[in-house]
């Protein structure tokens, strides 16, 4: 039935999110080593029937916005956000009214874990219903506050239901009922919206892992439990080596460093960084870095060997991935690493966009053996660790 219908998501992200403590707004966080607000954008791009995700902003966020969501495909330009939710929401709904979905989720930022069963059902339950949100079972006895510190019997948790988002509507449905109920800023969510304009709001399944972060302790949990679902560690290492030329420097972990000579490659031959990129490459087993970079390709003579790391990077976090550690050991009788290893454990903290205390470089002679004894090149060896989810 809802095969042809065009379907947009609203991710509301403009709040401030001071509950969760201290610090960025709890969306542009980070957790397990992505911010919050591009793993929920994330989880829709792609999904089946999903045609545009349009974000609701705070204008003072626009700078953080387009750094979480670069590179994100049908992630169209953020709209600004109200005083309230629900002017935030319907902004994102006057948005779309220039090209209108059929149907439409609105979804807040902060529930980066919705899965997608839980879209597709949301999909189908808008076009059967017309408005529709995803619901949970009370498995707590409910009390009603009576004098401070003190309960009395409440409702029936059998009557009663948690509610979660995404919530789902038929566009026209929603946006008329915003409009209408636009003076009525005490509405908390859409099927509020919708109730107040009349219309019944069905429910469908919601599920316990489409978790809202709200305190400081909900992102312990959701740290937690993004590690947890991250269940397949993979090792793999890299080794590369460079011939000794003419020059008067050497390009190791991304840094210049001064020597008698250079190191002869197609690239600028940083040894190391093409270690630790076919070491990331290996953990995902998408080749080496010839396939990736060819040195036959005139493209990349000269170039900066951070492109072919950042590259590799990217690939990891594109299969779901997080990087747990690097790790490399540099061989040569000259120049000296150990001047330069804390700025290189640095630049590679840097270039792969994870934590210094995940990089370790080290260095030692071949105690003047073969080709780096006799000071004819350098070697490096590397070694990545990744985690990523698991699949059979």
């Known amino acids: ?228 679902a991250l269940a397949d560690v993979r090792t793999a290492t890299g080794f590369d080596v460079h011939a000794f030329g003419p020059g008067d420097h050497v390009v190791l972990g991304g840094l210049r460093i001064p020597h008698t000579m250079g190191l002869a490659g197609h690239s600028d031959a940083d040894v190391v960084l093409h270690a630790l990129t076919d070491a990331l490459l290996g953990t995902i087993g998408s080749g080496d870095i010839g396939h990736h970079f060819p040195p036959s390709d005139p493209q990349w003579k000269g170039a900066s060997s951070d492109r072919f790391l950042v590259h590799a990077a990217n690939l990891v976090r594109a299969a779901g991935g997080r990087i747990a550690h690097l790790d490399a050991t540099i061989v040569c009788e000259a120049p000296k690493i150990g001047p330069h290893r804390e700025a290189m454990r640095e630049r590679i903290a840097a270039i792969v966009d994870i934590p210094v205390a995940r990089v370790s470089v080290k260095a030692t002679t071949s105690e003047q053996l073969g080709f780096t004894g006799r000071r004819e090149g350098i070697a490096a060896l590397a070694a990545a660790t990744v985690r990523l989810p698991w699949i059979d």
């Open 1 to 228: 039935m809802h095969s042809n219908m065009r379907t947009d998501v609203i991710v509301v992200a403009a709040g401030r999110g001071q509950r969760a403590g201290d610090g960025l707004p709890k969306q542009y966080r980070t957790l397990a080593g992505q911010p919050v607000l591009r793993r929920t954008l994330a989880r829709f791009v792609g999904q089946p029937g999903i045609r545009f995700v349009q974000p609701v902003i705070s204008p003072e966020h626009a700078d953080l916005f387009a750094s979480v969501a670069e590179g994100l495909p049908d992630v169209r330009p953020p709209v600004t956000g109200g005083a309230t939710r629900q002017a935030s929401v319907r902004a994102g709904l006057e948005a779309l009214a220039a090209d209108p979905p059929d149907l439409v989720l609105i979804h807040d930022a902060a529930r980066p874990f919705v899965s997608g069963r839980l879209v597709a059902d949301a999909v189908a339950a808008a076009a059967a219903h017309g408005a529709a949100v995803p619901a949970l079972a009370l498995v707590d006895t409910l009390k009603a506050l009576t004098d401070p510190g003190f309960v009395a019997t409440g409702p029936d948790r059998n009557a009663v239901r948690g509610v979660q988002t995404p919530q789902s509507f038929r566009y026209e449905l929603i946006l008329a009922a915003h409009r209408a109920q636009a003076e009525n800023g005490d509405l908390t969510d859409d099927a509020a919206v919708a109730e107040a304009a009349g219309h019944r709001v069905a429910i469908f399944p919601g599920d316990p892992a489409n978790i809202k972060l709200t305190t400081p302790e909900d992102f312990v949990t959701a740290e937690r439990n993004a590690l947890l």
